[in-house]
Nanobody, 125 residues
Framework: QLHVVESGGGLVQPGGSLRLSCAAS????????IGWFRQAPGKELEGVSC????????TYTGSVKGRFTMSRDNAKNTAYLQMDGLKPEDTAVYYC??????????????????WGQGTQVAVSS
């Protein structure tokens, strides 16, 4: 069965960095878009970033542009979210999700069928 699993979360100070991983199993990631989402305490689920299969093009929500970078390694069946310059506002549970489609302009929850369990990111002094 198709699964994705996030890892790499943790507690960091403001200005710190983390790299989240999204590992796929049960299918070949090569032909799937990967999205990252987050849910901060008391707030709704927010699309953060996505990366496409064809061409590897990426999309980011405005609040993370210039700080977060997505990449993928199809040989390892894994996608990554490199987070630099972390801010307290980035504190959330981060989820990866995947679907066989082309993501563009926005990262929307309903576009993704397969979701991971989430990994906690906390940015605090």
């Amino acid at each position: 069965q198709l699964h994705v699993v996030e890892s790499g979360g943790g507690l960091v100070q403001p200005g710190g960095s983390l790299r989240l991983s999204c590992a796929a199993s049960g299918f070949t990631l090569e032909h799937y878009a990967i999205g990252w989402f987050r849910q901060a305490p008391g707030k709704e689920l927010e699309g953060v970033s996505c990366i496409n299969s064809i061409g590897g093009t990426t999309t980011y929500t405005g609040s993370v542009k210039g700080r977060f970078t997505m990449s993928r390694d199809n040989a390892k069946n894994t996608a990554y979210l490199q987070m630099d310059g972390l801010k307290p506002e980035d504190t959330a549970v981060y989820y990866c999700a995947t679907e066989s489609f082309y993501c563009s302009e926005t990262v929307l929850v309903h576009e993704y069928a397969y979701w991971g369990q989430g990994t906690q990111v906390a940015v605090s002094s």
